[in-house]
């Protein structure tokens, strides 16, 4: 099994600039979500979604949209990119979100550089 | 609200010697508390998982974790340290919604 897989790996924008971010899990894992990591701030949740078409807003969703349309795929959308935008985003998926008794299971992280 | 402090940043051990790595929680009700592990340019790993089990918890490599409700902590042991165990820590709390809060994150460095 692939587990979550995260595309692209690396990524250098312009301010204003649009792209969508891939994640594909091949657990059939109902949960999914995005978190961002910027230094000293561990890991913040952006965007959540507990099975396909169902989706919420986590601690950080300004300048970010998601859809679940299949329960294997989670992009993240970028509408208009902005420096405060540059981090290293992991999406992660989870069997249930029931207390998280079933682990988190991680992407490798997409690296993104807004200029 | 549900919240989590690691109190260190970085620790610095020497391979065979123990590691503690410290966190401190806050939850007006009885959480779930984990240990993540992150290698450079890697995705997080689950290390270990409270709850409301056992107050020690055993998880993956060596480590450990004990659980004190009356210190409120979720500490991070292992009795000695070896080379690929240098990596970021991340202590994480689930709020009562079953979101997961991350702590900042403690490197540990590993020296020979």
């Known amino acids: 099994n692939a587990g979550v897989t995260q595309t692209p790996k690396f990524q250098v924008l312009k301010t204003g600039q649009s792209m969508t971010l891939q994640c594909a899990q091949d657990?059939?894992?109902?949960?999914m979500s995005w978190y961002r990591q910027d230094p000293g701030m561990g890991l913040r949740l952006i965007h959540y979604s507990v099975g396909a078409g169902i989706t919420d807003q986590g601690e950080v969703p300004n300048g970010y949209n998601v859809s679940r349309s299949t329960t294997e795929d989670f992009p993240l959308r970028l509408l208009s990119a902005a420096p405060s935008q540059t981090s290293v985003y992991f999406c992660?998926?989870?069997?249930?979100?029931?207390?998280?008794?079933?682990?988190?299971?991680f992407g490798n992280g997409t690296r993104l550089t807004v200029t | 609200a549900q919240s989590v402090t690691q109190l260190d940043s970085h620790v610095s051990v020497s391979e065979g010697t123990p590691v503690l790595l410290r966190c401190n929680y806050s939850s007006s009700y009885s959480p779930s508390l984990f240990w993540y592990v992150q290698h450079p340019n890697k995705g997080l790993q689950l290390l270990l998982k409270?709850?409301?089990?056992?107050?020690l918890v055993k998880g993956i490599n060596g480590f450990e974790a004990e659980f004190k409700k009356s210190e409120t902590s979720f500490h991070l042991t292992k009795p000695s340290a070896h080379m690929s165990d240098a990596a970021e820590y991340f202590c994480v709390v689930s709020d009562s919604s079953g979101k997961l809060i991350f702590g900042q994150g403690t490197t540990l460095q590993v020296k020979p």
């Open positions: 409270y709850t409301s089990a056992a107050t």
């Open positions: 992660a998926s989870s069997y249930s979100t029931v207390d998280f008794v079933s682990p988190l299971h």
């Open positions: 657990m059939n894992h109902e949960y």
